[in-house]
């Protein structure tokens, strides 16, 4: 599940966008390149991420920020 709490959308601001994901157990996404910063905080669980060549898992309470266009994520 995915929900869009602030956007452009929603707010007509494009410096920011706070979403609420629930991912279920073994979930994945391609690659990509994110056009924007993204940070991620885990609320409950772990979470696997790739960034670039970094394989690292996060857990409750930590977080993680990719870059523009610098860094491929899954």
């Known amino acids: 599940m995915h929900e869009g ?12 966008s706070i979403a609420n994901m629930v991912a279920p157990p073994g979930w994945s ?3 990509q390149k994110p056009e924007f910063e ?3 905080y885990i609320i409950s669980g ?3 991420f790739i960034i670039e ?3 690292f898992v996060l ?9 523009t266009h610098t860094s491929t994520i899954r």
């Open 53 to 55: 060549d970094e394989t």
């Open 59 to 67: 857990e409750a309470e930590e977080s993680t920020k990719t870059n």
């Open 5 to 16: 709490h602030h956007s452009f959308l929603a707010s007509n601001n494009s410096g920011i």
């Open 29 to 31: 996404e391609p690659f």
């Open 38 to 40: 993204e940070y991620t």
């Open 46 to 48: 772990k979470k696997q």
